[in-house]
């Protein structure tokens, strides 16, 4: 189990440039082991900075970046057993795949980890089963399978390496709404069974409202809001009037409200929408 | 209105793997259509059937009467009918936006001061005034899509089929490619087929066709298409949130209509209730 914890954390692409540009800056807080965050923001907020950094692809320009209490840039010789322990899932990582069977692209990872050929063979057998690939799939040639099969596999790549913590960027991107669910409850299982730290970067307010416990909101390179998905929710207006995708329930319900009916705002699921407009009603005919 | 494309009993195969079987469909002059289908079901394969990249295995296409397996046809199909793709990096080939968007009149071999007046008006019309200079891989997702648009849209096409546009984008960018699909419809009558994943953007348009296995599943407004939740999940859709919110508060016993697919449809029509229980 690990905790990442970030103090004062900032990243300048081309530092000492003309054109240097801050991506992100100053960014305190920790991931805690065993929480499924979701990270929202703007295109060029910082999101997929901010993750780079999380397993050491990229350093940080300022502060740091802690994996279990230890800077993972203190001793370069420990680095890559540090980032071992932070799995990624860059987006569209099916364009990654490139080896001549499915089985053997899961298995490409823990070779190089030098594990023996049955260890492999167990995680292969079990990354597979979490990211419910058929066995009958996994000796033909991954350019053969459907764009879902295809997410699912290279996902499952990185999960055979074990990670404690599992971040994704946008793991959904491109795929039709079965394919997307299919994948978020892929990974919502594989969180409940492991118990691992799972790290989602999405575009989709709705998704993260619907899997994830914490919700991180990037802005501007810095954290706009950090905290568990009912308390994030509490600050919708704020959330809408700096440009964010809100789900669309809570922006009809922020809307109905405006304009003079007395309904919970704090709330993006279908079902809980239907359950404060429906109160309101029958609040109204009592009286 | 008259029939732009025309499908007539169309099959198509990838070798022994069948794609698409006996679709029979007609899309207006003018119309916005939308087509859905879970990846796989065959949606990519009709967009490239309309503009003769594919050529239907049985039954026919046409394009303003045009048999697309006529090859003397071809030039002229394609100038009717464009496209545009998932993927902008894939379709941008120069290195400056006005000269990408001029590619392919150049090709056309069209007068070079025709090229200037189509060049500036398709920058206009995806609102990249402020980038004509620009080098496109500086741009974003959703500015590169629109230069592809543009590029587009200087041949002067009477239809764009549009291949999940707005797949990579974020939800700006994604919000303003709709926004200029959108006005190209309606301001300058441009017949629209856009196969996209999102419910919302479907619900924007006149009418929806859904494919599943290969054959048209469902064929309506958005309206008519969107009130049938279950069936939508059966094919392996759903149902936009502000539909699923309306369905469920009439569950609730709350006297809406059915078929709400806008959001601030449900807002006007709640609202009308308050007023009448005030």
């Known amino acids: 189990m690990s905790t990442i914890k970030l103090e004062n954390a900032g990243f300048v692409y081309q530092k000492g440039m003309p054109d240097e540009k801050v991506a992100v800056s100053g960014v305190s807080l920790t991931f805690e082991e065993g929480d499924f965050i979701g990270i929202i923001g703007h295109t060029g907020s910082g999101k997929s900075t901010l993750i780079q950094m999380l397993n050491g692809l990229l350093r940080p320009t300022s502060g740091h970046v802690y994996i279990d209490g230890d800077d993972i840039w203190d001793d370069r010789s420990k680095l890559r057993e540090k980032r071992f322990k932070v799995g990624l899932v860059l987006q569209y990582p099916e364009y990654q795949l490139f080896e001549e069977t499915v089985r053997k692209d899961i298995a490409f990872g823990p070779k190089n980890l030098g594990l023996s050929e049955e260890e492999i063979n167990s995680r292969v057998a079990e990354a597979a089963d979490f990211l419910k690939i058929p066995e009958k799939l996994l000796d033909r040639s991954p350019f053969d399978l459907s764009g879902g099969e295809k ?116 709330i993006y699921t279908p079902a809980r929408a239907a359950q404060t407009v429906t109160q309101y009603f029958k609040e109204v005919e009592a009286r | 209105m008259s029939n732009l494309i025309r499908f007539d009993n169309v099959s198509f195969s990838y070798g022994s793997n069948r794609v698409l079987e006996g679709i029979d469909l007609e899309i207006r002059e003018g119309e916005f259509l939308a087509v859905l289908g879970y990846n796989g079901s065959g949606k990519s394969t009709m967009a490239k059937l309309i503009n003769g990249i594919l050529l239907p295995t049985e039954g026919k296409v046409y394009v303003d009467g045009m048999d697309t397996s006529d090859e003397t046809k071809l030039a002229d199909i394609r100038k009717t009918a464009g496209m545009v793709f998932q993927n902008p990096d894939n379709q941008i080939v120069a290195t400056i936006v006005e000269e990408d968007v001029a590619f392919a009149p150049e090709n056309l071999g069209i007068d070079p001061a025709e090229i200037r007046i189509r060049v500036d008006d398709a920058i206009k019309a995806v609102g990249l005034e402020k980038h004509v200079k620009d080098a496109p891989h500086k741009l974003s997702g959703g500015q590169k899509q ?33 926004g200029v699909i959108e006005r190209l419809n309606r301001e300058k009558g441009i017949t629209i087929v856009l196969i996209t994943h999102f419910m919302e953007e479907a619900a924007r348009a006149d009418r929806i066709v859904i494919l599943s296995e290969g054959k048209v599943a469902e064929n309506g407004s958005p309206k008519e298409v969107f009130s ?36 601030e449809e449900l807002v006007d029509a709640l609202l009308e209730i308050k007023e009448t229980t005030d």
Request: hydrophobic share 45%; with cysteine.
């Open chain 2, 228 to 263: 049938k939740k279950e069936r939508m999940i059966s094919l392996g859709l759903e149902v936009p949130p502000v539909t699923d919110l309306t369905l469920r508060l009439i569950d609730n016993g709350i006297d809406l209509r059915k078929d709400i697919i806008k959001p």
């Open chain 1, 151 to 266: 997410r699912r596999a290279a996902i499952a790549g990185v999960l055979a390496m074990r990670p404690e913590v599992l971040v994704l960027d946008e793991p959904t991107a491109g795929l039709d709404p079965r394919g997307r669910r299919e994948i978020l409850d892929v990974i919502s299982n594989y969180h409940k069974a492991e118990k691992k730290t799972i790290i989602l970067v999405s575009h989709s307010m709705d998704d993260v409202a619907r899997y994830a416990s914490k919700v991180l909101v990037m802005n501007a390179g810095g954290v706009f809001y950090y905290d568990t998905v009912d308390e994030v929710f509490k600050h919708a207006l704020e959330l809408r009037e700096t440009g964010l995708n809100i789900p669309t329930v809570t922006d009809i319900l922020l809307t109905l409200k405006e304009r003079g009916m007395d309904v919970d705002t704090d």
């Open chain 2, 146 to 178: 629109r230069v592809a648009i543009a590029g587009v849209l200087a041949m002067q096409p009477r239809c764009i089929i549009l291949d999940e546009p707005t797949a990579m984008l974020d939800p700006k960018g994604r919000s303003l490619v709709m």
